[in-house]
């Protein structure tokens, strides 16, 4: 005869776990439950209603859920998520059903490990939605984009070239200085549209999640290099100095277009907001990565704005960093480029001190590992 403490115990659990279906159900995301062999153990009516089926319970999580990538290869969600560091959020798979039809969804799944009844169990838990619409819409407004950024350059170039060929001869002609003047402000307004359309075109193509085919292994230290050469005149123009602070660095993986687009943003935010120092373009081993960083001696980033920096459209409130033109868009798309490499981004930054921005890639073997 069970004891009444043993009854209560049962009474309690049935309890829980009537609170536990009742919170599953009331989600307006499909969730699933699966055990480490990758079969199902708990849904609610969204995911019955996703996967258009009247019961998961028991059923292979790749039978029940055929998921495909952009390109239409086939791909277990499961060992995805082992990839990611048993963590994995993305907008890039489909669902397909029998009929043919596919779905695009939002997927969270991560990997679980509870203690039940003296068992050390392992799982997995997933958070699905149907964001067709959402892509649908997207990639309208990524071909807008893309066509307008294209119409908009030929424009903006012939308007760049004209007041910049006028105000060479409004020197030479030595005309009244509110004329010159008015000329080289137009012609800086001119220089920051041609790189919002820039930025704009960049953010169209990162926000697709596809990482590019002709990613392939690089030297990072000629990235380093390059960008010093690059940038050494206007460094110069404002009496900055830049240098380069690398040793011998392995090679990576990843684009090197992507690599150099995020660190000129680095380069050209720092030239930006530093008025007297110098700039450093680093590069070091870690771990199993390279970290390529750019160092300022600039205004710094108040430790409040350091969480919204990457967010897209955030400028600071700094009235130093106001006066200078910028879109908000660069760390932004940096952030973006980075992901899609399996890169990460960091920053480590005190107020009127200056900031140091780091890229960290993986070298080419711990990429094949990874892959």
Do not use: C, W
Request: charged letters at 25%; a negative charge.
């Amino acid at each position: 005869m069970l004891s009444n403490a043993r009854l209560f115990q049962q009474s309690q659990n049935q309890l829980d776990h009537s609170r536990l279906i009742t919170l599953i159900n009331s989600l307006t995301d499909a969730f699933l439950a699966v055990d480490e062999n990758g079969l199902i153990e708990m849904s609610n009516s969204v995911a019955l209603s996703l996967l258009d089926t009247n019961s998961l319970n028991g059923k292979s999580i790749s039978d029940a859920m055929p998921v495909f990538d952009s390109e239409g290869v086939a791909q277990n969600v499961l060992e995805l998520t082992k990839k990611a560091g048993n963590s994995l959020i993305s907008r890039g798979l489909k669902i397909k059903y029998a009929d043919g039809k596919t779905i695009n969804i939002y997927l969270n799944s991560a990997s679980v490990r509870s203690v039940y009844g003296g068992s050390d169990k392992a799982g997995y838990v997933l958070l699905f939605r149907d964001i067709t619409k959402e892509k649908i819409e997207e990639d309208e407004r990524d071909e807008f984009i893309s066509v307008a950024s294209h119409e908009l350059r030929n424009p903006v170039a012939i308007a760049e070239g004209g007041l910049s060929n006028a105000i060479l001869l409004a020197q030479k002609s030595q005309v009244d200085d509110t004329v010159l003047q008015t000329l080289k402000s137009a012609h800086e307004q001119i220089i920051f549209l041609s790189g919002l359309i820039n930025d704009l075109s960049m953010i169209s193509r990162a926000d697709h999640e596809k990482f590019v085919k002709s990613a392939a292994e690089f030297d990072p230290a000629e990235i380093l290099k390059a960008l010093q050469e690059d940038f050494s005149a206007q460094a110069q123009k404002k009496g900055l100095r830049i240098e380069v602070s690398s040793g011998m660095l392995p090679k990576v993986f990843g684009s090197q277009l992507y690599t150099r687009e995020i660190m000129q943003n680095f380069v050209t935010n720092a030239l930006k907001y530093t008025e007297k120092g110098s700039i450093i373009l680093g590069g070091t081993s870690s771990g199993d990565g390279v970290d390529l960083s750019v160092t300022d001696t600039g205004f710094g980033i108040d430790p409040q704005e350091q969480k919204k920096l990457f967010t897209k459209f955030f400028r600071s409130d700094d009235s130093r960093v106001r006066s200078v033109n910028g879109t908000g868009l660069g760390l932004y798309v940096s952030l973006k480029l980075a992901n899609l490499m399996g890169g990460k981004l960091s920053l480590s930054s005190e107020l009127n001190k200056g900031s140091t921005f780091t890229l960290h890639l993986p070298t080419v073997k711990a990429a094949k590992t990874i892959a």
